[in-house]
């Protein structure tokens, strides 16, 4: 039996193989952020599907961290009723579950929340939506921790397995990591610990309302991509020895940010024509030239976080490890886990096209998932569409 088929704990929780399900937005919630049948559905056929860890969607843990407008809430307690319909929809099909918390910090638009979105400093204007973002005040760091803390208190409640904080893409927990984003000279930036205080403050505040026996993982970036030097491999393997002291239980490596490296971070295909046929007409002409000089220049490499992944594994300790970023053949995903560079191997888009490609793998029908990152099932997401694969041949209805 391939070493990806062994089960393996973390922190008592008994996972049956080594493959996550990678958050990504999937576009199917109510606009109030209410789960939906379509959501429900999408995550019972890839526990069906046999992935040993499912880790859903982003799921916004305030009404001003809010993304995108179909995007999953877990900011207030009308929320836990149908969290708990989409865990027991998993748990019915043997999965496991694990929701992911999150903020946008700067990456959003006022149009979304009713305000000015808001980050850890205001210097410079995104390149996508033009946003210039507004400092956050002491009371608005304080409150924002306490968030995080009551969303982790409402997965306990829904019946999660697990936690993770999305601290990578360029949103707030990650704006706070990150020297490119973080230009505070006060007790929440201006040195390595000052940055990482948000992040430590978060993990503080949610294991004091979780049990001790629930997980909590961490999705970090390994390197910014950005304009200026943010989060670099060395960086953030001095934020896993930090990690590590707080007993973290798995750290996910990813990489880049969505507005302004976010090609870096799901490397394949450039989907301009999808992209701007979903913005306002004053956006595409500036957008238009932006996304066609990006057209072929971001081949997938599989594995492409993996060297910064062998980095931040040399500084984990017992801290479990999975890399994401654009594994598709099995033969190497075996060389990842064997090796010891990583314990698991985190996928997004090969899910999308393929939701029971686990299963296929282990009865020895696949050795390559079909996904060519073409990207339109993430243009399809900017849009306000459901996730889904968009090309022709895709699996996904037909394995219901």
């Known amino acids: 039996m391939s070493v990806l088929f062994s089960p393996i704990e973390i922190r008592g929780l008994k996972v049956k193989n080594r493959f996550i399900h990678s958050a990504t937005a999937e576009s199917m919630a109510l606009p109030t952020g209410d789960v939906t049948d379509q959501l429900i559905k999408r995550y019972r056929r890839l526990a069906k599907g046999e992935v040993g860890l499912i880790i859903p969607g982003y799921m916004y843990v305030h009404p001003f961290g809010k993304a995108m407008l179909y995007q999953t809430g877990i900011h207030n307690d009308n929320m836990i009723p149908g969290l708990k319909r989409l865990v027991d929809a998993i748990h019915e099909e043997g999965g496991k579950v694990v929701f992911q918390l999150f903020h946008a910090g700067r990456q959003t638009k006022k149009s ?15 390149p996508m939506f033009f946003v210039k973002p507004r400092i956050m005040t002491e009371i ?62 978060i993990i503080l505040a949610i294991r004091r309302k979780i049990p001790d026996r629930m997980p909590l993982l961490i999705k970090i970036n390994s390197n910014d991509y950005t304009p200026k030097e943010g989060i670099t491999p060395a960086l953030a393997g001095k ?37 701007l046929d979903g913005l306002p007409w004053w956006q595409k002409p500036l957008a238009r030239p932006a996304l066609k000089s990006m057209v072929g220049k971001f081949d997938v490499e599989e594995g492409y976080n993996l060297e910064a992944t062998k980095i931040i594994r040399s500084k984990s300790g017992e801290i479990a490890i999975s890399s994401v970023g654009g594994f598709r053949q099995l033969k190497n995903m075996e060389a990842v886990i064997d ?20 299963k296929k793998f282990k009865e020895g029908k696949k050795d390559v998932a079909d996904c060519k990152s073409c990207n339109e099932c993430l243009a399809g997401i900017a849009n306000n569409k459901p996730v889904r694969c968009y090309k022709n041949g895709s699996t996904e209805s037909a394995e219901s």
């Open 339 to 358: 090796e010891g560079f990583s314990d698991f191997i985190s996928m997004c888009r090969p899910f999308i096209r393929e939701p029971y490609i686990v």
């Open 239 to 275: 934020y896993t020895k930090w990690l590590a002291d707080m007993e973290i239980d798995l750290i996910e490596v990813s990489c880049g940010s969505v507005f302004y490296s976010l090609f870096k971070s799901i490397r394949g295909e450039v989907p301009a024509k999808s992209m």
């Open 112 to 126: 979304l929340i009713g305000r000015q979105p808001m980050g850890p400093s205001s210097e410079g204007r995104d």
């Open 140 to 201: 608005e760091i304080l409150e924002v921790i306490d968030a995080f803390s009551k969303a982790a208190e409402r997965a306990v409640k829904a019946g999660a397995d697990g936690i993770q904080i999305h601290a990578a893409h360029g949103y707030l927990v990650n704006e706070f990591l990150s020297p490119f984003f973080n230009r505070r000279n006060d007790a929440w930036g201006g040195s390595d610990e000052n940055q990482f205080r948000f992040l430590k403050k």
